[in-house]
């Protein structure tokens, strides 16, 4: 399985889109300040993901999150959460 995350810093309340294999690793890695992305805006909360069987699957709907119409989309679904 292949994951579609969303990320949201406790510091700054910044988001961060990404995928992965591995989520519970993956998130690990963030608050642990192994990626240069989200050193600096530690620590996260995990706030939305999505599982998908494709890589190519999750890649674009990473993408599509990471617009503007997709970032829109997650504000009116998530309106409690952010």
């Known amino acids: 399985m292949y994951y579609v995350y969303i990320l949201k810093s406790e510091k700054d309340k910044s988001l961060y889109t990404g995928y992965t294999k591995d989520l519970k690793k993956r998130y690990k890695e963030h608050n642990?300040?192994?990626?240069?992305?989200?050193?600096?805006r530690r620590p996260y909360q995990l706030?939305?993901?999505e599982a998908?069987?494709?890589m190519k699957d999750a890649k674009k709907r990473e993408e599509?999150?990471?617009s503007g119409w997709?970032?829109?989309s997650i504000k009116k679904m998530l309106v409690n959460t952010l």
């Open 32 to 40: 642990n300040g192994l990626s240069k992305a989200t050193k600096s």
């Open 70 to 72: 997709g970032l829109r």
């Open 52 to 54: 998908f069987v494709n």
């Open 64 to 66: 599509y999150l990471k």
């Open 47 to 49: 706030i939305f993901y």
